[in-house]
């Protein structure tokens, strides 16, 4: 009887959140060990004070995917629609 082998690839990548300085040190140790990640960086985070300059989320967006959930990070479900909508 002869045994097929079966070869499967296996893909995952990573996503962080908030834009924090820390994600300069992340971005390099994943680009380091060739691992995939996307980096959702708000343009204006109200909950840090360490958050990335545009310069430095420029630096990230050359190896990495860059994506937003809302412009300041702010919790949609305790603002009006207006402001949702300007947010999201």
Same mark, same amino acid.
């Given at each position: ?21 820390h ?12 691992? !995939?990640?996307?980096f ?14 545009? !310069? ?28 949702? !909508?300007?947010?999201?």
């Amino acid at each position: 009887m002869q045994v097929e082998k079966i070869i499967m690839k296996c893909f995952f990548t990573t996503s962080w959140d908030d834009g924090s300085i820390h994600d300069l040190k992340l971005a390099e140790l994943l680009a380091k060990y060739s691992i !995939k990640g996307t980096f959702y960086i708000p343009i204006k985070n109200l909950e840090r004070n360490d958050s990335l300059q545009p !310069k430095q989320i420029k630096l990230i967006s050359e190896l990495f995917e860059i994506g937003g959930h809302t412009y300041s990070h702010i919790v949609l479900s305790n603002v009006d629609d207006y402001t949702a !909508k300007r947010e999201i």
